[in-house]
Every structure is written in C-alpha cells, then in structure tokens.
Antibody, heavy 118, light 106 residues
Framework: EMQLLESGGGLVQPGGSLRLSCAASGFTISNFAMYWVRQAPGKGLEWVSAIIPSGAYTFYADSVKGRFTISRDNSNNILFLQMNSLRAEDTALYYC???????????WGQGTLVTVSS | EIVLTQSPATLSLSPGERATLSCRASQSVSSYLAWYQQKPGQTPRLLIYDASNRATGIPARFSGSGSGTDFTLTISSLEPEDFAVYYCHHRSDWPRTFGQGTKVEI
C-alpha cells in the first residue's frame, strides 16, 4: 500500500525557516514526479513545487521561487521541502503528493500544518 | 502562468440532479487537464485526467469533456456522497495551477 507521511510543520516567526519531510512507503519516489501542494485554512489548493523522476529538474510556483527548495533522499525514500524567509501568507496545510505516470496527482499525504505568525 | 477559472463558485442542487462544472484556461492546455474532488477533512481525489479519462475506481456518472481552453465536468445524477468541492488542474506547462474550486452543495 502506498503511503506518504509528512512531518516538520509547526509555528514559525515571519522570516524564519522550516524543513518539511515526507516519508514514502509502498513505492520508490525516484520513479515518479513528486510534488508539494498547499492549502491555506478554508481556501483552495495551491501547487507549490515539483521534482521530476530523474531529479534533474525542479519547479516552483512564483509565490515561493527563491525561498523554497524541493529535494529528495533516494536511499531513504524521503521528499523534502526547505522553506526559508517564511511569510504569513505561507500559512497552510502542506501536502506531499505522488505524481502519476502522466504527471497528475494520485496519492496524497495527510499534510503537515505550517503557521507563520509572530 | 496559466490561470484556471472555475464557474460557478457554488452549485446548489439536489440528489439525482445533473451537475455541470466549468473550467476555463487563460491559454490552451490542450487536453492536459484533470479534475479532483475534495470532501471536508479529506485529501483530494483524482476523478478525471487528460480531460476525459476516468481515474481508477471512479463511477461512470462522472465524465469530463473539452480541450484547449474550455472544459466541463459532468455528474450525471448526484449521489449524496458527491457533495464536495471540485478543482480543475492543468499539467500543460510549469508552473502547474489549480482552479479556485466549485462547491457542489445541497
């Protein structure tokens, strides 16, 4: 059974940093595109970042470009999101998502909550 | 970036009725569009991919159509479990984007 388990969320002050982790089981993350998608409280879905199977390319939403970095540890099957210079508008539930073979989203973790507030 | 605009924002219907949801792209996404369903407290579920293909396990009452910039998700006869928020999403280019969602309510 495929599972994604996020961790690393919490309360952080504006300008601070957090590193989110997503431990995958039941599949190998390097065989698929992997994503981070966030959802602010009571709001819609926002695509944040992606890493393609080869790991050669990463992509970011304009709202996080230059502040967030996606990466992965293939040996431990873990996806990461390093978030720097956090802002109040980054407050959201962050989902780790597995891509399908055609780059849609099929498996979602339960999310980890990031709150940026002083 | 490609902007996806969904309409209406809210659709008030009764069980058994037909639901028609729209998603319009600011530029062509070919057929690279998906629909997701999200119920309160749950993660999104992939319903339709590549505009018209049902994902595994999705009932036949869900269908998708369209190409280019105009897309439609149709639920032929609403079941009680279909009342939820529906999002469209494209994979045509980077960055990926979602529509703002359509809430289907009773």
């Amino acid at each position: 059974e495929m599972q994604l388990l996020e961790s690393g969320g919490g309360l952080v002050q504006p300008g601070g940093s957090l590193r989110l982790s997503c431990a995958a089981s039941g599949f190998t993350i390097s065989n698929f595109a992997m994503y981070w998608v966030r959802q602010a409280p009571g709001k819609g879905l926002e695509w944040v970042s992606a890493i393609i199977p080869s790991g050669a390319y990463t992509f970011y939403a304009d709202s996080v470009k230059g502040r967030f970095t996606i990466s992965r540890d293939n040996s431990n099957n873990i996806l990461f999101l390093q978030m720097n210079s956090l802002r109040a508008e980054d407050t959201a539930l962050y989902y780790c998502v597995k891509g399908t073979s055609s780059y849609y989203f099929d498996y979602w973790g339960q999310g980890t909550l990031v709150t940026v507030s002083s | 970036e490609i902007v996806l605009t969904q309409s209406p924002a809210t659709l008030s219907l009764s069980p058994g009725e037909r639901a028609t949801l729209s998603c319009r792209a600011s530029q062509s996404v070919s057929s690279y569009l998906a629909w997701y369903q999200q119920k309160p407290g749950q993660t999104p579920r992939l319903l339709i991919y590549d505009a018209s293909n049902r994902a595994t396990g999705i009932p036949a009452r869900f269908s998708g159509s369209g190409s280019g910039t105009d897309f439609t998700l149709t639920i032929s006869s609403l079941e009680p479990e279909d009342f939820a928020v529906y999002y469209c999403h494209h994979r045509s280019d980077w960055p990926r984007t979602f529509g703002q969602g359509t809430k289907v309510e009773i």
